[in-house]
Nanobody, 126 residues
Framework: QVQLVESGGGLVQAGGSLRLSCAAS????????MGWFRQAPGKEREFVAA????????YYTDSVKGRSTISRDNAKNTVYLQMNSLKPEDTAVYYC???????????????????WGQGTQVTVSS
């Protein structure tokens, strides 16, 4: 069983930056890919970014491309999401997710992930 714990959320003004962290733990943590999703009030959960655990290759949704960077530290079993030039529409609860098994391409749908964190709130004021 994998446990994921997010941190780093908070309140920031538009144009500001935040770095989210997601620490994974478990008796035998292995991952093919880690992802970040977000869910704003009244909206469905949406994909933000993913990273292949072994290669470190990232993938982003268009709305955050160029403003965000996903990275991972294999030794710490931690994935990060650096978000810059934040906008009010980035306000949401951000969730970290892990997928254990191999998949061709990048997993960008919620159902493709096995484990989820509890979420961290990001609020961007205008």
């Amino acid at each position: 069983q994998v446990q994921l714990v997010e941190s780093g959320g908070g309140l920031v003004q538009a144009g500001g930056s935040l770095r989210l962290s997601c620490a994974a733990s478990g008796r035998t943590f292995t991952s093919h890919a880690m992802g970040w999703f977000r869910q704003a009030p009244g909206k469905e959960r949406e994909f933000v970014a993913a990273i292949l655990w072994n290669s470190g290759i990232p993938y982003y949704t268009d709305s955050v491309k160029g403003r965000s960077t996903i990275s991972r530290d294999n030794a710490k079993n931690t994935v990060y999401l650096q978000m810059n030039s934040l906008k009010p529409e980035d306000t949401a609860v951000y969730y970290c997710a892990s997928r254990t098994r191999f998949i061709v391409g990048f997993p960008i749908f919620s159902y493709q992930y096995d484990s989820w964190g509890q979420g961290t709130q990001v609020t961007v004021s205008s």
